[in-house]
């Protein structure tokens, strides 16, 4: 029988420092661990660092989306002609995708531009 060889990636190094290379964990100012964003966060040591935004409209309900409303498609579009997320709208998926639909006719049909005039 033929022995085999470990490989241990590069070489016969070993992959953990040694003890004299670790550096502790750097506490900040409010006694919380990690980068940067003193005080802000979902708790005490959640992590979770992400900011919530607001809604900048929400569709009402009785609102059909569809190519012929321009003042409304107007609104779910940026500078730049385009279509804000969901998240930024707080349109549901079946909504999203009407809207992209009703644009796309609107802009074929020469109802909206097609791109933005800041563009060069």
Known sequence: MEK??????????SRSRSGE???PFRKDSDGSFGGGHS????GSGSG???IMRQARF?????TEI????????QKCLTERGKVFSRRMTNANATQQRQLAEAVKLARFLGLLPVGSSKRK
Not at 58 to 62: M, R
Not at 68 to 73: E, R, S, T, V, Y
Request: glycine share 18%.
């Open 4 to 13: 085999r060889k470990s490989f241990s990636g590069a070489g016969s190094r």
């Open 21 to 23: 290379d670790k550096k």
């Open 39 to 42: 005080g802000s966060g979902g």
């Open 48 to 50: 979770n660092r992400r």
């Open 58 to 62: 929400s569709i009402p309900k009785g």
């Open 66 to 73: 569809n190519y012929k409303n321009i003042a409304f498609l």
